[in-house]
């Protein structure tokens, strides 16, 4: 197989997980329109504790796979990365298993302590997406380990479009029971959907493993003396674990064989890889706690701090449903680009380190970071300036005035959370770069202190009857800038930080500064004209389009970051002759 490129990798993700967003869009629109903003905050209070779940399952088994499977390919152990997967598996199964016991056993403390009784059969609903959930995350794991993006990217499109049949469905035909039953027939529809993305990955590996998998240990321009060295080496670190056929190795080095499988001289055993996966797997797994946990803490704090300032019940519900529930979602999308390429920083920077390539890694290290500011700016800047635009076109029909203005609330609170995108899209490459390192601690700090503050100002913010929910924003932000620093500071100690003041801040903020006037300006035009979704792509392509030429021009790029970006040939024609240099 191919080793595919970072770009290719994280594009590959982003198209899946952008389409799998959009699906989902199309799912938690009618959904609304089904359970109403009421129902909707009914169906939000399962998810926290249900990704609390996730993330103590496999979370940080995920990424401990995905850098060990990365390892042992860079240094072509066949053996030992299949040992990763299969060891991986039975710690998720058994962790699952014990967290499907613990999630029926709280599930009606719980919904009584979260203020409405009605979410406790949605937690039995859910409870054995945990395991299906867990498995696929792992699998998906293994696949981004040797940087192979399409299984984890068709998977998430799988999921959701089965969640949208079923959950659609089985929320419509139970709506007549009630609204508690209308809730868990979409509960239902995630549990279905996690079953069959589990199930859509274990075809897919079976199929890879069995005509895939050896295309990629075929003879490659690896120097012979230098494999047996590291396969020596290996005998002295795993040498007390098997059976060493050290008579074989001598053969090997006195004829300059080339050693590229991993037989019986470079396996590790069961044992071993357990310690290494849950050695690698805790602090990971602590620092993806952070954020469901802090999510679990509003499911408790902000209805009951609402409610307490003077809002009703019913107000309180709703307000927390359209924050967690519409706001979350439509700024999950941009987070879905910044995740794949984080998702891929992993086994790239991965690989480096392990050859020792210690200027390829501070190369790539820089260009990571500097690149997800370039990609981060123009999401935050379209969600500040179109958020009303947005919600009237998707969220519109099932928001209502009875109460409170849903929809002016709605924009106002996705416009202020908009920023987070840029603090969000920084803690996944720090967090990337430093679980590529072996540093998953550090994120894990940074954001235990980051918490610390949220919740300080949670309290004190969502009490003031004239903030009410949009305290939370404020308090996610603090969290995310606190996070943020924390990680960067760890950062610069392991590598230099070559970060030029015209390439990272004047370029890039000059450039979306022009783009958001021209878009302030097509919008102003297209409102006049156009229907409202055909406003959204016209005032997007516009600022997209200047944000790309002002970044070309200026060279935002330095010609060796142009390798991580390849150029198709076609665009290499139409540009400038001062630019052509800069591309190729």
């Known amino acids: 197989m191919k080793k595919r490129s970072f770009f290719i990798g994280a594009t590959i993700l982003a198209v899946g997980g952008f389409l799998a967003k959009i699906l989902g869009a199309f799912y938690k629109v009618p959904l609304t329109h089904i359970l109403g903003a009421n129902g909707m905050g009914v169906y939000y209070l399962v998810f926290p504790f249900y990704s609390l779940a996730l993330i103590l399952a496999s979370s940080g088994l995920s990424v401990a796979v995905t850098r060990m499977v990365a390892s042992e390919r860079s240094k072509y152990h066949r053996r030992n990365e299949i040992k990763v997967l299969k060891v991986a598996i039975i710690i998720a199964v058994a962790t699952s ?10 599930a009606e403390p719980f919904s009584f302590l979260q203020g409405n009784s009605n979410a406790y059969i949605s937690y039995i609903a859910i409870a054995p997406a945990i395991l299906f959930a867990s498995l696929t995350s792992v699998i998906k794991g293994y696949f981004q380990g040797v940087e192979n993006m399409l299984p984890s990217s068709i998977s998430l499109i799988v999921q959701q479009l089965f969640r949208l049949m079923f959950g659609l469905l089985l929320a419509y035909k139970m709506y007549d ?6 809730v868990l027939g979409a509960i239902l529809g995630v549990t279905i959907s996690e079953f069959t993305g589990m199930v859509y990955l274990v075809i897919v590996y079976l199929v890879y493993k069995r005509k895939q998998f050896y295309m990629f240990f075929q003879q490659r321009d690896m120097e012979g003396r230098a494999n047996i060295l590291l396969a020596k080496s290996r005998v002295k670190e795993y040498g007390k674990h098997r059976n060493i056929d050290k008579s074989r190795l001598n053969r090997a080095e006195k004829y300059n064989t080339k050693i590229y499988y991993c037989s019986n001289m470079d396996c590790a055993s069961t044992k071993v890889i357990a310690i290494r996966l849950i050695k690698y797997a805790i602090p990971a797994t602590l620092a993806g706690l952070i954020t469901p946990l802090a999510t679990f803490a509003d499911s408790f704090l902000v209805v009951n701090l609402l409610t307490n300032s003077g809002y009703s019940t019913a107000v309180a519900t709703t307000l927390y ?23 891929t920083i992993v086994p790239n920077l991965s690989s480096s380190i392990e050859l020792n390539s210690k200027e390829t890694v501070v190369t790539k290290a820089n260009f990571f970071i500097k690149f997800t500011w370039i990609i981060a700016l123009p999401m935050f800047v379209a969600f500040l300036l179109l958020a009303p635009e947005i919600i009237n076109l998707l969220y519109a029909g099932g928001l209502s005035t009875k109460v409170i203005d849903e929809y002016v609330f709605s924009y ?10 840029v603090y969000s899209a920084f803690l996944y490459t720090f967090t990337a770069i430093l679980n590529a390192f072996d540093k998953p601690q550090i994120p894990f700090y940074s954001q235990c202190i980051g918490l610390v503050v949220r919740t300080l100002l949670t309290f004190a913010l969502v009490a003031i009857p004239s903030l009410n929910v ?27 930080l070559k970060v030029g003041l015209k390439n990272f801040f004047l370029v890039p903020v000059g450039s979306i500064a022009i783009s958001a006037i021209a878009g302030y300006a097509t919008k102003k035009l ?5 229907p409202p979704w055909l406003d959204l ?29 390849p150029i198709p040939k076609w665009l290499k024609k139409v540009l400038p002759n001062r630019l052509k240099s800069v591309v190729k």
Not at 97 to 106: D, K, M, N, S, W
Not at 542 to 557: C, D, G, H, N, Q
């Open 97 to 106: 298993i014990i967290l499907i016991g613990i999630t029926a056993l709280i």
């Open 177 to 182: 029971y009630g609204m508690q039953y209308a």
């Open 321 to 343: 449903g359209m924050s967690n529930g519409i706001v979350a979602s439509l700024i999950s999308l941009p987070i879905v680009i910044i995740s794949a390429i984080s998702t």
């Open 412 to 421: 106002r609170m996705l416009a202020i959370s908009s920023i987070s995108i």
């Open 470 to 496: 949009f305290g939370l924003f404020i308090a996610n932000i603090a969290y995310l800038s606190i996070s943020c620093i924390g990680c960067i500071i760890k950062i610069k100690d392991i590598i230099p």
């Open 526 to 530: 297209c409102t006049i004209v156009f």
């Open 537 to 565: 792509i016209i005032i997007g392509g516009v600022m997209l389009m200047v944000y790309i030429v002002l970044l070309l021009s200026l060279r935002a790029f330095s010609v060796k970051e142009w390798e991580y970006l």
